[in-house]
Nanobody, 121 residues
């Protein structure tokens, strides 16, 4: 059974930083494309960052977000800097074996339960 578990969310002041973790069990996600999505309250889900299998390519919606992999821990992390209130959302990690260009939510069969990030003073 594949499980993705996110952690690292919480309340942070504007301008602060957070590092989200996505730990996998039952699947070696170094072989997968792994993405972070977020869903602000009352809004559509959006892609935040994606990392290709073996880490050769990566993309993020803003330079403030950096996605990277800790293969030894079978974990993918999202480092977020200079956080803004508009970054408030539930953040989800997702994994799949599609190509790096396959970034629609439907391309990722494995999802975590989400972690809340709240940016507020």
């Amino acid at each position: 059974q594949v499980q993705l578990v996110e952690s690292g969310g919480g309340l942070v002041q504007p301008g602060g930083s957070l590092r989200l973790s996505c730990a996998s069990s039952g699947r070696t996600i170094s072989r997968d494309n792994v993405a972070w999505f977020r869903r602000p309250s009352g809004k559509e889900r959006e892609l935040v960052a994606v990392l290709s299998a073996m880490g050769g390519s990566r993309w993020s919606m803003e330079d403030r977000f950096n996605i990277y992999r800790d293969s030894a821990k079978n974990t993918v992390l999202l480092q977020m800097r200079n956080l803004k209130p508009d970054d408030t959302a539930v953040y989800y990690c997702a994994a799949g074996s599609g190509s790096f260009a396959s970034t629609a939510a439907a391309d990722f069969p494995y999802w975590g339960q989400g972690t809340q990030v709240t940016v507020s003073s």
